[in-house]
């Protein structure tokens, strides 16, 4: 994966990680963990979302700022319609 940190097919319940992510901090790593993961109950950016990232990551945006302040290499948007990926 080289496109987006992570993504989240829905209907198969399965997560993709980028890979490198591991040369990142690691409260990096464990917030698009917990983005994706959270994505499997609740579909889509909602405040519900946001609600559930807080609760099971609470420093999850000062991870974010982290991490978009160390973007990865190709690091692109990519809007498939089937995975929610960040």
């Known amino acids: ?3 987006k940190r992570g ?11 980028n890979l490198q992510l591991v040369n990142k901090p690691m409260e990096c790593l464990e917030y698009v963990i ?9 579909k889509n950016h909602t ?5 559930l990232v807080e609760e099971f990551y609470p420093t999850w945006k ?4 982290l991490l ?9 948007k990519d809007n498939n319609k089937e995975d929610k990926g960040i």
């Open 47 to 51: 405040n519900r979302f946001h609600a």
């Open 34 to 42: 917990t983005h994706e993961l959270v994505h499997l109950i609740e």
């Open 62 to 65: 000062e991870a974010r700022k």
């Open 68 to 76: 978009s302040q160390m973007p990865l290499d190709y690091l692109e």
């Open 7 to 17: 993504t989240c097919n829905i209907a198969k319940k399965r997560i993709w990680i």
């Open 1 to 3: 994966m080289k496109t």
